[in-house]
């Protein structure tokens, strides 16, 4: 999701944060896993789209994702039919389940 800062210019903002999802919410929810935490991440909020959407954007995700970065899928449910795509093209993956958000962090082992 773009955003326009005060001078104008557009930049980037990970759609979980804009959705009210606050960036210490996600950091602290993602140290509940064994991702690595100080390895670069990318978050993508998947709550708006129906299956099989989230599934294909976050492969098309971790697809374009730099070695060692962490992929932070924003969900509101666990991404079942992911697990085993992701098992199987070698990818660590836990997911943290709160009362509003499903967070999923997903990393190369």
């Given at each position: 999701?773009?955003?326009?800062?005060?001078?104008g210019?557009s930049?980037w903002?990970?759609?979980?944060?804009?959705?009210?999802?606050?960036?210490?919410?996600?950091?602290?929810?993602?140290?509940?896993?064994?991702?690595?935490?100080?390895?670069?991440?990318?978050?993508?909020?998947?709550?708006?789209?129906p299956?099989?959407e989230?599934?294909?954007?976050?492969?098309?995700?971790?697809?374009?994702?730099?070695?060692?970065?962490?992929?932070?899928?924003?969900?509101?449910?666990?991404?079942?039919?992911?697990?085993?795509?992701?098992?199987?093209?070698?990818?660590?993956?836990?997911?943290?389940?709160?009362?509003?958000?499903?967070?999923?962090?997903?990393?190369?082992?």
């Amino acid at each position: 999701m773009s955003a326009v800062n005060i001078f104008g210019a557009s930049f980037w903002r990970p759609a979980a944060v804009a959705r009210g999802m606050e960036e210490s919410q996600v950091t602290s929810l993602l140290a509940e896993t064994d991702a690595p935490g100080e390895a670069p991440r990318t978050v993508l909020d998947v709550r708006d789209l129906p299956p099989p959407e989230p599934l294909a954007k976050t492969l098309e995700r971790l697809a374009e994702l730099s070695t060692g970065a962490v992929l932070v899928q924003v969900n509101d449910r666990a991404p079942q039919h992911l697990y085993p795509k992701l098992a199987d093209r070698g990818y660590a993956v836990e997911t943290v389940e709160t009362d509003a958000v499903v967070l999923t962090a997903i990393w190369e082992v």
